[in-house]
């Protein structure tokens, strides 16, 4: 039987390619649903600011008359230019375990980027670093994170046999939490010291509000180098910093102040929402809510989400401040075990941190795909 390649036309189409994922993982106990709604968002030209300089098409694909895959096809052009490059991004892909689905899917995209200039392809990735990325290739037995994509192993064999090679891979550590290694404390104090650096003071929320600009000013300057980042805008930090920022934890958020009030190193974490979403399967209502406050308040895991420091300050010490900071809230709620967000992994500075942890265990990796067209 054929496979029939549909582009997305319609509210109802946009359902299905949102809904499909829950079918495809219904019962897999390491998949973590994403909020519907917050998908709905995303993919709306009219929600997501980064359509600013984005533009995109979605596809289903159907074998006889059932849905058995789906992708969106992006392109960045901020990231384009940025990267003096002509590439069309996949994003949102998922199929069942059959070779014409995934290749009908990737040549669906692959037609619209030549259709636009494109040149080659890549991804999983989003419109920005913000929206899930890379496939994984590593780590189908344990447990996702909200801000993290899985993908059943077929989909790696799957990806080699349609001629993608590396590009990027991001890997994730799991940490078991025990006091703060001697050598970070250390260098935490010496540094803050040396450099007249402080921590922000925060009690509740609201606190980090007037630091928001600063710390996404911050992180747009860490992130800038690494592979495929586009700077995230004013409209796209002021979305997120009204999306996220009212259900931050003081004591699992630190920013690192400098003499004249900029942030110069942040972290930000989260308990982890993996078992809520999944008990509410991606829905707020009628229970989500209830299993989401629940996690947040009384948690054993955290999720660590966004860290940064400006250039700098990257080889001078100052990301053991907040790391130092952090892990002190840890200890104070009786947190177990943190999984870091993903880091690429040439990205040294990040992922050196954790040699510091006897307790620490590199348990995810995720790829970012390439391919040239001919």
Not at 53 to 70: D, Q, T
Not at 248 to 274: E, R
């Amino acid at each position: 039987m054929s496979i029939i390649i549909k582009p997305v036309k319609s509210g109802r189409d946009l359902s299905r390619f949102i809904k499909f994922p829950y079918k495809l993982y219904k019962g897999n106990k390491y998949w973590c649903p994403p909020m519907r709604m917050d998908e709905r968002n995303t993919l709306s030209p009219k929600k997501n600011p980064a359509f600013e300089f984005c533009e995109a098409e979605y596809f289903l694909a159907y074998k006889g008359p059932e849905l058995v895959g789906r992708v969106a096809a992006i392109i960045n052009k901020a990231s384009n230019t940025r990267w003096n490059e002509k590439l069309v991004r996949f994003g949102w892909i998922d199929f069942i375990d059959d070779a014409e689905v995934s290749k009908a899917l990737i040549d669906a995209v692959i037609e619209w980027g030549r259709a636009k200039g494109m040149h080659g392809i890549h991804g999983p990735l989003g419109f920005s670093d913000m929206d899930n990325e890379g496939m994984l290739i590593k780590g189908f037995e344990e447990l996702a994170t909200l801000a993290s994509i899985y993908n059943y192993p077929y989909y790696v064999d799957h990806m080699q046999k349609l001629g993608f090679e590396r590009a990027a891979d991001w890997v994730q550590n799991e940490v078991k939490m025990l006091p703060i290694p001697d050598k970070i404390k250390r260098t935490a104090e010496l540094v803050a010291k040396k450099y007249n650096l402080r921590i922000l003071e925060a009690k509740k929320a609201k606190d980090f509000l007037p630091y928001a600009g600063k710390m996404w000013n911050t992180l747009n300057e860490a992130f800038d180098n690494l592979y495929g980042y586009t700077r995230l805008t004013k409209k796209q930090t002021d979305l997120y910093t009204k999306q996220y920022f009212p259900f931050i934890n003081p004591d699992y958020v630190c920013m690192v102040l400098d003499q004249s009030d900029d942030v110069v190193g942040f972290g930000v974490c989260l308990p982890s929402l993996t078992k809520a979403m999944q008990k509410s399967n991606g829905r707020l209502f009628p229970l989500g809510w209830y299993y989401i406050l629940r996690a947040l308040k009384s948690n054993e895991i955290i999720d660590m989400y966004l860290n940064g420091v400006k250039p700098e300050y990257l080889n001078k010490g100052a990301v053991s401040i907040y790391y130092n900071e952090i892990h002190k809230g840890f200890l104070k709620n009786n947190v177990k075990y943190v999984v870091t967000n993903p880091q690429l992994e040439d990205n040294k500075g990040a992922v050196l941190m954790w040699k510091n942890f006897e307790t620490v265990r590199q348990h995810i990796t995720r790829r970012c795909w390439v391919k040239h067209f001919d």
